[in-house]
């Protein structure tokens, strides 16, 4: 029998800045879960960490990254249970965190994992977002970005 791993994923934080503020995007979940998040994705096994993040943000959200920082930044979350697109993985992994901006524009989401989309400054996101893992990513994010637009 194969032992269960966790996969492995990459957190992405997608902002714009629009007359000199800055806004996030946020994703409302329906695939495994509800609730509000940031793009992430699993890694494919041939993929680096940048081409994972240039199909993700494409994926899901249809937008051009401008600007990429990452960050190292890692954690891992368990799954709430078995998942049939996830055979033999109990959770994911996250060993790096991308900061990308992008113009703000028509926002393409992946119907299959989300909703709907939202663009909220840091006080909102950080309220809707569903998970810590992800408040304390984007936390760091706005920290740098706060700092380089001081």
Known sequence: MKSKKYRRGIFIVVYA???????????R?????NGWEFSKGGRRFYETQKMT???????ETGLKIQKMKKFR????????????????FIGQTYSVLYAVEVKRGRIKIDKREHSNYKWANFGEAMKKLKWENQRRCLRLINDWLMKINS
């Open 17 to 27: 800045v629009v007359k000199n503020k800055i806004e996030f995007l946020i994703l």
């Open 29 to 33: 979940r329906k695939l495994h879960w």
């Open 53 to 59: 993040v240039l199909r993700e943000v494409k994926e």
């Open 73 to 88: 930044r890692s954690g891992r979350y368990k799954y709430d249970k078995e998942y049939s697109d996830r055979k033999n």
